[in-house]
């Protein structure tokens, strides 16, 4: 396996890990606003929407990075066949 498809590899598997990441910073920050805003549950709401909404976006991103990328290298095969 070449070094690129490796590392294409690897940051494709940590898509679910940033998702995670990115929502549970949203919902901490949203939980932090609500104990010093007195809010509770507001800001812990919008928090997680927007967390996950990114993650999502995130993911979609990638998704499609790797679909684009998997063409390309379809392309550079069939041109050296």
Same mark, same amino acid.
Request: no cysteine.
């Given at each position: 396996? /070449?070094?690129?498809? @490796?590392? *294409? @590899? @690897? &940051?494709? /598997?940590?898509? +679910?890990?940033? #998702?995670?990441?990115?929502? !549970?910073?949203?919902?901490? #920050? +949203?939980?932090?606003?609500?104990? &010093? ?5 507001? @800001?812990?709401?919008? +928090?997680?929407?927007? +967390?996950? !909404? #990114? !993650?999502?976006? *995130?993911?979609? &991103?990638?998704?499609? *990075? /790797?679909?684009?990328?998997? &063409? ?10």
């Amino acid at each position: 396996m /070449a070094q690129s498809q @490796m590392q *294409r @590899m @690897m &940051r494709y /598997a940590s898509a +679910g890990i940033e #998702l995670v990441v990115i929502f !549970g910073l949203w919902l901490l #920050l +949203g939980w932090w606003l609500d104990k &010093r805003w007195n809010t509770s549950p507001a @800001m812990i709401l919008i +928090g997680a929407v927007l +967390g996950f !909404g #990114l !993650g999502m976006y *995130r993911m979609i &991103r990638d998704a499609q *990075r /790797a679909s684009r990328d998997a &063409r390309n290298d379809q392309q550079d095969h069939n041109k050296e066949a």
